[in-house]
């Protein structure tokens, strides 16, 4: 019996989409991670949101060798994936909570005084985090993951790279004013 | 340095980058890799129930086709439709032509399709205009009429005068 030839090519084609969507989850599931729960703060979602992101890329599939750069477009996809499960949820991240944050934060060969009292300052941080505009709060997140530069940034957030300086110039001052103003309280 | 020493973290509320660093390396949990293997094995592969067939598909030419075709079908039908409905007038299979020259001893119609009914002609019914009228029409006064009225400084006389009044139409 013999095979038609479209169906062996059609096979061999969808044996490597298959090996190169797995390689895509071993490389980069990691920094995906982070980077959703860097907006979700929550491990569990931040899981969920990896999984969506490569259930997309496994739909289409077909596309993947259009691709220039395979780490920014799935820092896109999964970015887009938090931003829209965190519009939906309206809810408080989980890691708020301080003990919660110190939990999840690494916090090897520390005491107990000291994790507690660094958990306090990150969730302050954070909570002061909320209170920037969207869109400076998100030119500010990206900009923490070291192996993003500001043109990557541009892509994943489809703006200009000259936007994405004078975002985070904007973020920086803001925050700095948060601080500053929340420590003379104290 | 170590971002939870003492000094750093009373120092470190001005330096909010470090509390975004260190969400940005969260570690990752383990078997994640695995999990996320498993999960995209066990997802249901695209199209393979509701995949449309290759002639089918909506990007073919087909579609195209279909949609110019189903114009054509409304554009053409909507016309016959009008079509039918409206009848033309019934054209006339014998054409009526008016007579003509004109009457013999009077004015023409020119050709017109239909003449408006007028009064015959002057109807005296006053008495003495009556009687006037039959003395003027009698051949004795005829002459003396004439005289009177080639004669220049002369004033008509009253029966003349009545004789040219228009009567008053009888139709009143």
Redesign the interface.
């Known amino acids: 019996m013999e095979i038609p030839e479209n169906a062996v090519s059609d096979q061999a084609r969808q044996h490597a989409e298959e090996e190169a969507l797995a390689a895509l989850v071993s490389q980069y599931a990691g920094t995906l991670y982070r980077v959703a729960f860097s907006v979700l703060r929550n491990p569990s979602d931040a899981e969920d949101a990896v999984q969506e992101a490569f259930l997309r890329v496994l739909r289409h599939r077909d596309t993947l060798g259009e691709v220039r750069d395979n780490r920014v477009w799935l820092i896109r996809i999964v970015w887009n994936i938090v931003l829209d499960r965190k519009r939906r949820a309206k809810t408080r991240p989980e890691t708020d909570d301080v003990s919660e944050l110190a939990r999840v934060l690494p916090a090897a060969g520390l005491s107990a005084e000291q994790i507690a009292s660094a958990a306090q300052h990150h969730a302050h941080v954070l909570s002061c985090m909320e209170q920037l505009p969207a869109k400076e709060r998100e030119v500010l997140m990206l900009s923490a993951f070291e192996e993003l530069s500001s043109v990557e940034i541009a892509s994943i957030l489809d703006i200009t790279e000259s936007s994405v300086r004078s975002r985070l110039f904007r973020a920086r001052n803001i925050m700095a004013g948060l601080l500053n103003h929340s420590r003379s309280l104290r | 340095m170590?971002?939870?020493?003492?000094e750093s973290?009373s120092g470190?509320?001005?330096n909010?980058?470090d509390?975004?660093?260190?969400?940005?390396?969260?570690?990752?949990?383990e078997g994640?890799?695995d999990?996320?293997?498993a999960?995209?094995k066990t997802?249901p592969r695209?199209g393979r129930i509701l995949n449309w067939p290759a002639a089918l598909r909506p990007g073919s030419n087909w579609m195209r086709a279909a949609a110019a075709a189903a114009i054509v079908f409304v554009v053409a039908g909507g016309g016959w439709g009008v079509y039918s409905r409206v009848q033309p007038p019934p054209s006339a299979k014998v054409a009526g032509v008016p007579p003509h020259g004109a009457a013999s001893g009077g004015f023409s119609n020119a050709g017109a399709m239909r003449v408006p009914q007028t009064v015959k002609g002057p109807i005296v019914t006053h008495a003495a205009a009556a009687a006037a009228m039959r003395q003027d029409t009698s051949p004795a006064n005829k002459v003396s009429g004439q005289a009177a009225q080639t004669s220049r400084h002369s004033k008509p006389l009253a029966r003349d005068k009545f004789a040219t009044q228009p009567a008053v139409p009888a139709a009143k």
Do not use: K
Request: aromatic share 6%.
């Open positions: 170590n971002p939870y020493s003492d973290v470190a509320m001005s909010f980058e509390t975004l660093r260190l969400i940005s390396h969260v570690p990752v949990p994640l890799v999990r996320v293997h999960g995209l997802a695209r």
